[in-house]
C-alpha cells in the first residue's frame, strides 16, 4: 500500500465515534457568525442591524480575492454586528442573528433527489463555487475558488480528494463518506469538470475499510476516478503528503500543489461543492464529531455554523466531570479552547474532550540528541534545531532552515522522548518569520 | 660555520625586505580612527545593552564622535553623569533629559483577574501570546511568563510571585528598553521617572468596552473618561476605551487617581494623602509644596532645570 515517503507517526487511532449515524443538532436561540471563518481578508458584512434573514442569505461578501463569502445558516433578525470572544479568548468581528423558525431561500433544493448531471461551464461552476462561500473543509479553510483557478502558466492535472481524515479521534469525514458516497463522486466529477481534468484520485487512509470498499464499488462506473486506500501514517492528510503517497510526486519547498499539477480537496469540501452546484445551497453547516473517552455518546453531529460548541457538547452527552481540556479539532494538530461557547464555523472540525489524566504534558526534559523529532518531520526539517532558534529569537537562520514549510503536524512534539515543547517554539518562530517575510514583501 | 652565516644574512635580508614593504603597505591603507571613540567607550559603562539603540557600547562612542550635537544621544545605563563625561571629552555641552524608566501598566493580580483556565505548554510569554488570549478573561494584559525579566540584563524586573505581574526595582531600572521590546501585549511603557521617582499612570491596558474589561478585572480601565475630564492640564485622552497619561504634560496632580472608579491609575512613592481637610483648591498645590519640584508648576521652559533636580538627588541617594 502506498503512503508518503519521509517521516511520520503512528497515534493510537481512537475512532471512538465512528460508523455513528450523523444527528442533526437543534437550532441555537442565537447564532454568532464570525466573518472571518477562511484564510485571508476578512469577509464584510452587507446586513444591517435589524435585517431580515433567512436560511442561505448572503451576510457578508468576500473581503478580497482570498476570502470567502458568509451566509446566513438562520433565518431571523440581525441583532447586532459586534465582536464576540473566539474560542481561545481572542476577539472577532462577528455578526448575531436571533433565530426565528427555519426560513430558507425558495432557490435552495432541500430534497434528498440525486442531482447527476451538471450542466455548467467550468466557469460557472467555479463561480457558483466563490458563491457558496466555500472553503477547504480539512483545517485550513483555504478558499475553495482559488485553489480552481491556477495561475497563469500552470496546468492541473489530477484532483485528489482528501479522505485520509488521519488525526486520531475524528470521524466527521469517514461518516460523511459512508452516508453520502454517491453525492460525493458528483462533487468529483464537477470539480474535475471545473479544473477541465479527466483524472482524480480519492486517497482513504487503511482504517477505513468499509468507506474504502462504498467508494470503489461508487466510482466503478465513473471514468477516471479511482479509489487509492493508503498505509496508515500521520500526517497522511497534509496536502504535500497525500500528493507525494498517491501520486509519488514532491512539491518543492515554498511551492503550491500546483506545481506539481495537482489539486487538494477535502472529502467534505467536495460534499460541499455537490450541494452548492447541484443544489444551489450554500456552505452554512457542516459534520463535526464530539469525542473523547469518557465522553457519554461520542458522535458525529450535523451542525449550523453560529451554534455554540457547547449545545453541540450537550448532544454528545455534556461535558464529562474529570474533563482536563478540551480541544477545537484532533489531539495532534487541534488547539485547546479556553471558551467552550464558541460558535461552530468552517474552520471546527471536532471537538476533543481529554480527560484530566490526559491532558497535562510531563515535565519537558534536556535534549538528549536522539534525532527522533528529525526522522519523523514529515516535511525533512531539523525540529531541534528550529526550536532552539526561535528560543534564541534568531528569525533569520530559522528562514534559512525552511521554518515556513513546517506544517505543524505535531510529530516532533509527539515522538521526543524528553517531552520537549518543540512545537510550540517552532510554531511561535514561524508566525515571526512569517511577519518579517510579510513585511519584506510589502517594501518590495 | 659557512652555512650559519649564510643562514643569518639571508634571514636578515628577508627581515628587512618584509620590514620595508608591510611599513609602505600600512602607509597605503591606513585607517584613520578617531582616538576620541576610544575615550569614549572607555567612560561609557560598557553593559553593551544596546538601550541607546547603537549596536553595543563602541557603536554608541562612534555614533557620539560622528554627531554634531549631543541631541538624542543617551546611555541609558550610565545617565547624565556620563553622558556629561562624553560630552567633556567631545567639547560639547549636554542637554538635559529626563530619567526614565520601566512601568508594568497591568494590575491584573490574581484577586483582580481570576484565571479561568490553565496554560500548559512552554513557559514563553511571547508562544501563550501567539496561540490564545491568555489565562484570563482579559487578552490584553500581563500574561505572566516573564520573557520581560528574562530580557533584563540588570536583574531590575522580577516577578511577583503574589500577584503574578512584574515588578520593576526602580533604583536598578536604565530604562534601556529590552523589556519593552520583549513584551508581546506591549505591556510596559518607558515613562519619566519623575520627581523622587513620584509618578501617576494608568496601570491598564486593555480596549475591550467597559462592561467586558470590567468583567474580566477589576482593577480594569473602563475608558468612562472621568479622569481625562478632571485633568486641568489635558494630559489625558482616551482612546479606544482606554486613558492613557501623557507623561510630558502631567504634573503630577494626582487629581485624577482620586476620581477613578475602578482604581486603574496607580500613583507612586507619594506621600499619603493629607486628610480631606483642604479638598476645595488646595490639593492642586499641596502635594507640590511638601516637595521640591514646585517649578513645575511653571512654564515649559522651566522645565529642564526642574528635570535636573531629581536626577541629582537620585545620584546623592545613589
Known sequence: MKTFRIGGVHPEENKLSARRKIQVVPLPKQAIIPLSQHLGAPAVPVVEKGAEVKVGQLIAQAGGFVSANVHSPVSGKVAKIDTAIDAWGMKMPAIFIDVEGDEWLPEIDRSEKLLTSCTYTPEEIVKKIADAGIVGLGGACFPTQVKLTPPPGKVAEVLIVNAVECEPYLTCDHQLMLEHAEEIVIGVTILMKALKIQRAIIGIESNKPDAIELMQKTVSRQMGIEVQPLKLKYPQGGEKQLIDACIGRQVPSGALPIEVGAVVQNVATVYAVYQAVQKNRPLIDRVITVTGKSVNKPGNFLVRFGTPLNDVIAMAGGIPENTGKIIAGGPMMGRAMSNTDMPANKRISGVLIMQESESTRPEPQNCIRCAKCVSVCPMGLEPYLLARLAGKSMWDEMEKHNVMDCIECGCCLFTCPSNRPLLDYIRMGKNKVGGIIRARNMKK | ?318
Open chain 2, 1 to 318: 660555520m659557512n652555512l650559519i652565516v649564510v643562514s643569518l644574512i639571508t634571514l636578515g635580508v628577508i627581515g628587512c625586505l618584509a620590514a620595508v614593504i608591510l611599513f609602505f603597505v600600512a602607509q597605503k591603507f591606513k585607517v584613520y580612527e578617531d582616538p576620541r571613540i576610544d575615550e569614549v567607550a572607555a567612560v561609557l559603562p560598557g553593559a553593551n545593552c544596546g538601550g541607546c539603540g547603537f549596536p553595543g557600547c563602541r557603536g554608541f562612542a562612534e555614533g557620539c564622535v560622528k554627531a554634531e550635537t549631543m541631541d538624542g544621544l543617551l546611555c541609558p545605563v550610565g545617565g547624565a553623569p556620563t553622558m556629561e563625561k562624553v560630552a567633556s571629552i567631545l567639547g560639547r555641552t549636554v542637554t538635559a533629559t529626563d530619567p526614565m524608566v520601566a512601568v508594568v501598566r497591568c494590575n491584573g493580580t490574581c484577586a483582580n483577574r481570576p484565571r479561568n483556565n490553565r496554560y500548559d505548554g512552554a513557559p514563553s510569554c511571547q508562544i501563550v501570546a501567539n496561540l490564545y488570549g491568555g489565562e484570563t478573561g482579559c487578552s490584553f494584559g500581563c500574561l505572566g511568563y516573564g520573557d520581560c525579566v528574562a530580557a533584563c540584563q540588570f536583574g531590575a524586573i522580577k516577578i511577583n510571585p503574589d500577584t503574578l505581574l512584574p515588578e520593576v526595582d526602580d533604583e536598578k531600572c536604565t530604562a534601556c528598553g529590552a523589556c519593552v521590546k520583549a513584551c508581546p501585549k506591549n505591556v510596559i511603557e518607558l515613562r519619566k521617572k519623575g520627581p523622587k521617582s513620584r509618578r501617576i499612570f494608568v496601570s491598564c491596558v486593555n480596549k475591550d468596552k467597559g462592561a467586558m474589561a470590567r468583567k474580566a478585572c477589576t482593577a480594569a480601565c473602563i475608558g468612562c473618561g472621568k479622569c481625562a475630564k478632571e485633568c486641568p492640564f489635558g494630559a489625558i485622552t482616551v482612546e479606544n476605551n482606554l486613558a492613557y497619561i501623557d507623561f510630558t504634560k502631567c504634573r503630577l496632580c494626582r487629581k485624577c487617581v482620586a476620581v477613578c472608579p475602578t482604581g486603574a491609575i496607580h500613583e507612586l512613592n507619594f506621600p499619603p494623602r493629607a486628610p480631606q481637610a483642604p479638598k476645595p483648591e488646595a490639593p492642586k498645590t499641596e502635594p507640590v509644596k511638601a516637595e521640591a519640584p514646585k517649578p513645575e508648576m511653571a512654564q515649559a521652559e522651566v522645565k529642564t532645570e526642574v528635570n535636573t533636580t531629581p536626577e541629582k538627588t537620585n545620584n546623592q541617594q545613589a
